[in-house]
């Protein structure tokens, strides 16, 4: 068993937070707008009907972070959930704590009642991938579009 822990992050934690999130989108090449940023997860530390932070931490020190949200959609019976983001600091990766910290967001979800549980990965990121598909995630015969409004 991994010595990853894991925690809900409360409102005090939003400058810990705020570092690994800038890291995490320009790896993956998202825009950061940091004021927009910082209201929107202000108000998500706040307020758990929308999701939740988690920070994972080995040694007590912060090794990533990981973002659940929650939905609703028939299709899985009622409450879902969204891996909005998985991040691992660069000197934690490929040690095995990438499953360990989607093993802590799995069970954060079967414990707020979510059926499902989805998540997005850029198709040349095979190592998520890889780790992803290990771990029961796949495919579904549909195709994720997003517009901004």
């Given at each position: ?103 802590h967001l799995q069970a954060l ?41």
């Open positions: 068993m991994s010595a990853l822990q894991c925690r809900v992050a409360a409102p005090a934690d939003l400058e810990t937070i705020l570092p690994p999130m800038r890291d995490f989108n320009a790896h993956e090449q998202i825009k950061f707008h940091e004021p927009t940023i910082r209201a929107a997860l202000t108000r998500l530390l706040a307020d758990r009907a929308l999701g939740l932070v988690a920070l994972f931490e080995l040694k007590g020190s912060l090794a990533g972070y990981g973002v659940l949200t929650w939905g609703y959609d028939l299709e899985y019976g009622g409450s879902d959930s969204f891996i909005t983001e998985l991040y691992l600091l660069p000197g934690m990766r490929g040690r095995g704590l990438g499953k360990a910290a989607l093993g979800a079967a414990a707020h009642g979510a059926k499902a549980i989805h998540l997005g990965v850029r198709p040349e990121n095979t190592a998520a991938m890889k780790l992803y598909l290990a771990e029961g995630f796949g495919d579904v015969p549909r195709r994720y579009m997003t517009k901004e409004i």
